[in-house]
T-cell receptor, first 113, second 110 residues
Framework: DVKVTQSSRYLVKRTGEKVFLECVQD?????MFWYRQDPGLGLRLIYFSYDVKMKEKGDIPEGYSVSREKKERFSLILESASTNQTSMYLC????????????FGPGTRLTVT | QKEVEQDPGPLSVPEGAIVSLNCTYSNSAFQYFMWYRQYSRKGPELLMY????GNKEDGRFTAQVDKSSKYISLFIRDSQPSDSATYLCAMGGSARQLTFGSGTQLTVLP
């Protein structure tokens, strides 16, 4: 079974703090994704990475950056957290090579106060 | 208009009922279609995956895709309380990214 893990289930941070969310997958998947999920808005893509050291912006990249130094690890960085970044953050991975199913981690519920 | 529309519910049915969940979409480039199930405070898990039009069955679950109508459905037969969750449709095309519906919240009452 594909396993995607995220470093924290719940996180509370203050406005202006730098926040790191970590995601690790154990199936040698090429592609990794960061989404945020908000009521009524569904899942929105923040950033994705097709390979190590590669990154591409999704639909809502503003206020976020990412890092992928190793194939199994994809980090989401909130440079200066704001209250409108309070959300559920979901990491996903996908094998790539023509296979499209994405597998999700358990999510990190981030609250910015 | 959103690319993918999904009725948010909530939908409440008695145990044993047949459940029908639906999504419509506007992008004719979508070729592959998925359904995810998300339990409360958990990440989505892949339930069904269908490429192009047609039906796919897996146990009590059946996924249907009608590309001519841009309409996809998930049917759950003999629904159980353990099926209570939010169901998300997702679809993708040549760009290889997925576009998600906003989810339908389902409760199956014992």
């Amino acid at each position: 079974d594909v396993k995607v893990t995220q470093s924290s289930r719940y996180l509370v941070k203050r406005t202006g703090e730098k926040v790191f969310l970590e995601c690790v997958q154990d199936m040698d998947h090429e592609n990794m994704f960061w989404y945020r999920q908000d009521p009524g808005l569904g899942l929105r893509l923040i950033y994705f990475s097709y390979d190590v050291k590669m990154k591409e912006k999704g639909d809502i990249p503003e206020g976020y950056s990412v890092s992928r130094e190793k194939k199994e690890r994809f980090s989401l960085i909130l440079e200066s957290a704001s209250t409108n970044q309070t959300s559920m953050y979901l990491c996903a991975s996908r094998q790539g090579r023509g296979l499209y199913e994405q597998y999700f981690g358990p999510g990190t519920r981030l609250t910015v106060t | 208009q959103k690319e993918v529309e999904q009725d948010p519910g909530p939908l409440s049915v008695p145990e044993g009922a047949i459940v029908s969940l639906n999504c419509t979409y506007s992008n004719s480039a979508f070729q592959y279609f998925m359904w995810y199930r998300q339990y409360s405070r958990k990440g989505p898990e892949l339930l069904m995956y269908t490429y192009s039009s047609g039906n796919k069955e897996d146990g009590r679950f059946t996924a249907q895709v009608d590309k001519s109508s841009k309409y996809i459905s998930l049917f759950i037969r003999d629904s159980q309380p353990s099926d209570s969750a939010t169901y998300l449709c997702a679809m993708g095309g040549s760009a290889r990214q997925l576009t998600f519906g906003s989810g339908t919240q389902l409760t199956v009452l014992p």
